[in-house]
């Protein structure tokens, strides 16, 4: 039987429909800006987020290396929340790309206005490192798939942007954000000068993010874009996966949202699992084993035994993420199966 995988909402396969529409799509060279399908994602996208312009990417890591590259001159210093991909997850990209180093605000993931001030230690003397941007992460992954809260966002961007620094959106998951909260992306994306968020993820798409934001700004990340690599040809095919993506499976985040919801009451209150029910806003539920607990890659492994994949996710911690190729019943199933693993103990 294949499993129930719960280890990413990356691990969606393109469905039939999707396949139909890429196999289809009307696509010309897009480094000659005449693929007709590349452009019309891309032009969908700078309106859905209320930008000026949008550049279709491979993926979210160079979406974010081109955005921090865009945004900064190397020796900066760029302020970010705790753990977040941007220092985790892109192999010191920031570093070796931009030159820049990193200020963490706050512990959580997402910070406040006042976390965003103390972090800025800029004071206009030539020994300091001219910190010029600020990187938000919505919805934050380490810290359970928890919503920016938006007024904080609205502040931060506001007091950077009268420091004179600029602003950056990690948005891969922005559109779980929208759905679990009672703003559409574009409300979410305002504050920002760019922003980025994933086809790739929730939206179910096999391949692709987008970077979106002003046109001068946009006509440089095509450049920086090229200068990585990242520079496609017939990107239509990939393109009309998102276009479909963007007609079929926004709305339904709700879904992936209330699936994550069942799992995280399930295994709450078994004894030894910790996890924070505030946090379960979104599609991804993060519990921590307490000491007397067998290690996240001995449950994981102990409930791949019974179909269901997660991941073990740091020294302590488990992650299950839920997304459109798993149904209610098979997260019903799935938050059994969990819970009995660690009922066992
Ligand atoms: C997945 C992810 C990325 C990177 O996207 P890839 O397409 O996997 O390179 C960046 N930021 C966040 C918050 C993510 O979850």
């Given at each position: 039987?294949?499993?129930?995988?719960?280890?990413?909402?990356?691990?969606?396969?393109?469905?039939?429909?999707?396949?139909?529409?890429?196999?289809?799509?009307?696509?010309?060279?897009?480094?000659?800006?005449?693929?007709?399908?590349?452009?019309?994602?891309?032009?969908?996208?700078?309106?859905?987020?209320?930008?000026?312009?949008?550049?279709?990417?491979?993926?979210?890591?160079?979406?974010?290396?081109?955005?921090?590259?865009?945004?900064?001159?190397?020796?900066?210093?760029?302020?970010?929340?705790?753990?977040?991909?941007?220092?985790?997850?892109?192999?010191?990209?920031?570093?070796?790309?931009?030159?820049?180093?990193?200020?963490?605000?706050?512990?959580?993931?997402?910070?406040?206005?006042?976390?965003?001030?103390?972090?800025?230690?800029?004071?206009?003397?030539?020994?300091?490192?001219?910190?010029?941007?600020?990187?938000?992460?919505?919805?934050?992954?380490?810290?359970?798939?928890?919503?920016?809260?938006?007024?904080?966002?609205?502040?931060?961007?506001?007091?950077?942007?009268?420091?004179?620094?600029?602003?950056?959106?990690?948005?891969?998951?922005?559109?779980?954000?929208?759905?679990?909260?009672?703003?559409?992306?574009?409300?979410?994306?305002?504050?920002?000068?760019?922003?980025?968020?994933?086809?790739?993820?929730?939206?179910?798409?096999?391949i692709g993010s987008m970077i979106a934001g002003p046109r001068d700004l946009m006509a440089r990340a095509h450049r920086h874009r090229r200068r990585f690599g990242g520079a496609m040809r017939q990107a239509g095919m990939l393109a009309a996966a998102g276009l479909y993506a963007l007609d079929h499976n926004v709305t339904r985040l709700a879904d992936d949202h209330a699936n994550a919801w069942l799992i995280a009451q399930r295994i709450a209150g078994i004894k030894g699992v910790e996890i924070d029910l505030d946090t379960v806003q979104t599609n991804i539920v993060i519990f921590r084993l307490d000491d007397a607990m067998p290690a996240p890659e001995v449950i994981s492994a102990r409930a791949k035994e019974q179909g269901v994949l997660v991941s073990p996710f740091s020294t302590r911690t488990v992650r299950a993420v839920t997304h459109l190729d798993v149904t209610r019943d098979q997260c019903v199933h799935a938050a059994n199966v969990l819970a009995q693993v660690l009922e066992r103990r």
């Open positions: 039987m294949t499993p129930i995988d719960l280890r990413s909402d990356t691990m969606t396969k393109p469905s039939l429909a999707m396949r139909r529409i890429m196999a289809s799509a009307e696509v010309g060279d897009d480094q000659y800006g005449e693929d007709p399908t590349v452009n019309a994602l891309q032009e969908r996208v700078a309106n859905l987020l209320g930008k000026e312009a949008s550049l279709f990417m491979p993926s979210g890591t160079m979406a974010n290396q081109v955005g921090v590259k865009l945004l900064t001159q190397p020796g900066d210093e760029i302020i970010v929340g705790n753990r977040v991909h941007l220092a985790l997850y892109e192999s010191g990209g920031t570093a070796a790309n931009a030159g820049v180093q990193m200020m963490v605000a706050g512990t959580k993931g997402t910070f406040t206005l006042s976390e965003f001030q103390l972090a800025c230690r800029y004071i206009g003397d030539d020994a300091r490192p001219p910190t010029t941007l600020v990187c938000l992460e919505n919805t934050h992954n380490r810290g359970g798939g928890v919503v920016f809260p938006q007024h904080e966002v609205a502040a931060i961007c506001d007091d950077a942007h009268a420091r004179g620094m600029r602003s950056y959106l990690d948005g891969m998951r922005l559109f779980n954000a929208a759905a679990a909260s009672n703003h559409s992306v574009a409300e979410l994306a305002a504050p920002f000068d760019v922003v980025s968020i994933a086809l790739s993820k929730g939206l179910g798409c096999p």
